[in-house]
């Protein structure tokens, strides 16, 4: 059964940091690009990272550069997501996938907020 199960969300002040990870699992996870994408109310959704199998490329959306990185840990079958310097319109439920075989995770909420 495949999961990608995503955690570290939650409220933070601006300025704030966050890490999220997405924890795979029932597929090989290491032969995959991954993904992180968000979703703001009334808005559409939005890839924010990208990271190749072997972790050796990633690219960001304009909006996060900078202040996020993409990582991954093959050998743990988890992507990480470092989240520095939020801003409130970085505030979405965060969702992790593996595009290529569309696999997605449920999704967690980050809310940045004073």
């Known amino acids: 059964q495949v999961q990608l199960v995503e955690s570290g969300g939650g409220l933070v002040q601006p300025g704030g940091s966050l890490r999220l990870s997405c924890a795979a699992s029932?597929?090989?996870?290491?032969?995959?690009?991954m993904t992180w994408y968000r979703q703001a109310p009334g808005k559409e959704r939005e890839l924010v990272a990208f990271i190749s199998s072997s972790g050796g490329r990633t690219s960001y959306a304009d909006s996060v550069k900078g202040r996020f990185t993409i990582s991954r840990d093959n050998a743990k079958n988890t992507v990480f997501l470092q989240m520095n310097s939020l801003k409130p319109e970085d505030t979405a439920v965060y969702y992790c996938?593996?595009?290529?075989?569309?696999?997605w995770g449920q999704g967690t909420q980050v809310t940045v907020s004073s």
């Open positions: 029932g597929f090989t996870f290491s032969i995959y690009a």
């Open positions: 996938a593996a595009t290529a075989p569309g696999y």
